[in-house]
């Protein structure tokens, strides 16, 4: 192949994650609108009686929880004050906890209030970590938000009672963390929409 065909070989395959991400969107869009309302609703409350929101989003949903703490401290279209957000797994608290403890934990006990919701990014959590999660957010009455892949067995046996999951339908990495972002920006906008209205 000539350079020019390497370029079109490469375009085809570019062109054809575009067609895939919007197919997946349009797909799964109606279905998880109910949810990512409902996880605005819940932050929204939270942020309205002084408590905060903690995002938990390590490995390749760092961005993604990086992102949504900035659009809570920052903002996404409309000016506001910024509200009360910060993500879990600091790297520096690696070598302080104990053996067998999740260091997202150890952080989340330190941090976490009774009122106040933690928005989990489930995809590619070991089970250890998300049961130690789990258990000092029912311990603390912290509700949980749950974003994982469809029908995670994972989350299903740590969930707490009151806890909201909203399952991302996608066998494919690369397509389920491109509707996370979505579903970052268009729950960022849900909070402000009701703590702000709609910005027209």
């Given amino acids: ?9 490469s375009a ?10 919007a197919q997946s969107a349009t797909r799964q869009g109606d279905a998880l609108a109910r949810g990512i309302a409902k996880a605005a609703e819940r932050i929204v409350q939270t ?23 900035a659009r809570m401290l920052g903002q996404l279209e409309q000016a506001r004050p910024a509200l009360p957000a910060l993500r879990l ?17 150890t952080e989340f006990q330190a941090l976490g209030n009774a ?8 995809t590619g959590c070991q089970l250890p970590e998300l049961q130690s999660l789990s258990a000092v957010a029912q311990e603390r009455a912290i509700e949980v938000i749950w974003f994982g892949p469809a029908r995670d067995e994972s989350i299903l046996s740590v969930r707490g009672e009151g806890d909201l999951v909203v399952w991302f339908d996608e066998q494919r990495i690369i397509r389920l963390l491109e ?11 849900a909070i402000d ?3 702000l209205g709609d910005g027209a």
């Fill in 1 to 9: 192949m000539n350079s020019d065909d390497h370029i079109d070989a």
């Fill in 12 to 21: 085809a395959l570019v062109s054809s994650h575009f067609a895939a991400a």
């Fill in 47 to 69: 942020f309205l009686q002084n408590h905060k929101l903690v995002v938990f989003a390590p490995h390749h949903n760092r961005a993604d929880g990086d992102s949504m703490v």
């Fill in 89 to 105: 797994n600091a790297p520096s608290l690696a070598s302080e906890h104990a053996e067998g403890t999740s260091t997202a934990a």
């Fill in 115 to 122: 009122g106040d919701v933690l928005l989990v990014f489930a």
């Fill in 179 to 189: 509707l996370q972002r979505i579903a970052v920006h268009a729950l960022a906008d």
């Fill in 193 to 195: 929409s009701l703590l």
